[in-house]
């Protein structure tokens, strides 16, 4: 398995950007899926989007309309997500995980690796 660790998380203000980082260390990332899922008090976990590691393809749930990006450092092993135009319901802790083969799919029982998570908190 590979360990994964989130961070960039903060309290920030409607129409705030702020960038999450996930490391990996274990493991290189190769035919790996990575993916960012989010959990707000009360709610289910949901898929926010992924990337396809060996290609960079990525993939985001409709929610996100295009405010957020993932992207990739292979050398570092570090997953990103960028998030723009921040909203009050953006608010939630944010989770990283992989599986270590297929594409990116948004069911998080599929995920066999799991960082601690990183708090954002958007006021507004």
């Known amino acids: 398995q590979v360990q994964l660790v989130e961070s960039g998380g903060g309290l920030v203000q409607a129409g705030d950007s702020l960038r999450l980082s996930c490391a990996a260390s274990g493991r290189t990332f190769s035919r790996h899926a990575v993916a960012w899922f989010r959990q707000a008090p009360g709610k289910e976990r949901e898929f926010v989007g992924g990337i396809t590691w060996i290609d960079g393809s990525t993939y985001y749930a409709s929610s996100i309309k295009g405010r957020f990006t993932i992207s990739r450092d292979s050398a570092k092993n570090t997953l990103f997500l960028q998030m723009n135009s921040l909203q009050a319901d953006d608010t939630a802790v944010y989770y990283c995980?992989?599986?270590?083969?297929?594409?990116?799919?948004?069911?998080?029982?599929?995920?066999?690796?799991w960082g601690q998570g990183t708090q954002v908190t958007v006021s507004s």
């Open positions: 995980a992989a599986r270590s083969s297929g594409t990116v799919v948004a069911g998080r029982l599929f995920y066999d690796s």
